[in-house]
């Protein structure tokens, strides 16, 4: 069974800075992952021509159950609030979807911690202190029936500032023994093996360097799991025709 995690930028090429259908399509299928995690994911967003990026993927890779969650409720950048789940169809919406190639049981959205107030941080470049309005985050979960069984799959995208992804992770895996074993963590943590391991007791299934796509240094997507019977065949970081991450890949068996 091939599972894979892939921050998608909402379909945009780094080098052209256009988003195009046609190479969504050909990064999904690329992949032919059975499993897929995405982050970064436009719904009626103008700058993707207000494509739903989830129905895109999901019928490129053949996906019999799918879900959306946003994270945000309206344009990144520009005007949005923390999405609720109560929003009016149309809406246009940011955030992560997890897609499968087998029946899902049950899906449920669990809302991470957030920062509720804009606040000063270092960042690179010529204006170092920004003022940051960090997002809202949120993990998808899917309680799978795969060929290797009846599986729990989560997908999130944590925050980039250093401490407050730690506690979203830790509240996270602590939200994650609520469902049922075994379960697989999945997604753009904005955090490095090292950090993952220190903060959680979960097991990597796939290593490799994710970020920037143009030549990875560092491993910022991640799957982990607690089902110690779970073995790897195969393990890549391909590079694809979208975003500025390389998507995580893991054939799995037992």
Do not use: K
């Amino acid at each position: 069974m091939r599972m894979a995690t892939f921050n998608i930028l909402h379909g945009r090429t780094v080098r052209d800075g256009l988003v195009h259908r046609d190479r969504l399509v050909e990064a999904v299928r690329e992949l032919d992952a059975d499993v897929l995690a995405l982050q970064e994911v436009d719904l009626d967003q103008p700058r993707s021509g207000m494509a739903d990026l989830t129905a895109v993927a999901a019928e490129a890779m053949g996906a019999v159950s799918h879900r959306f969650v946003a994270a945000i409720s309206g344009t990144p950048g520009a005007t949005w609030m923390a999405a609720t789940g109560d929003e009016q169809p149309g809406t246009a919406a940011y955030g992560i979807a997890l897609l499968s190639r087998f029946p899902a049981e049950s899906w449920q959205v669990l809302r991470l911690p957030r920062i509720p107030v804009p606040f000063p941080m270092y960042l690179p470049g010529p204006n170092r202190v920004q003022i940051v309005d960090e997002e809202p985050r949120a993990a998808m979960v899917g309680c799978l029936d795969t060929p290797l069984g009846p599986m729990t799959v989560a997908n999130t995208h944590l925050s980039f500032v250093p401490g407050w992804n730690r506690m979203q992770l830790r509240r996270l895996v602590r939200d994650l023994q609520g469902f049922p074993a075994p379960r697989v963590l999945m997604g753009d943590l904005n955090m490095v093996p090292q950090a993952i391991q220190r903060w959680t007791r979960l097991r990597p299934l796939a290593s490799g360097c994710t970020f920037p796509a143009d030549a990875p240094d560092r491993q910022l997507d991640h799957i982990l799991t607690d089902d110690r019977s779970l073995r790897v065949s195969r393990c890549c970081t391909p590079e694809l025709p979208i975003s500025d991450h390389r998507a995580l890949v893991v054939d799995v068996v037992r």
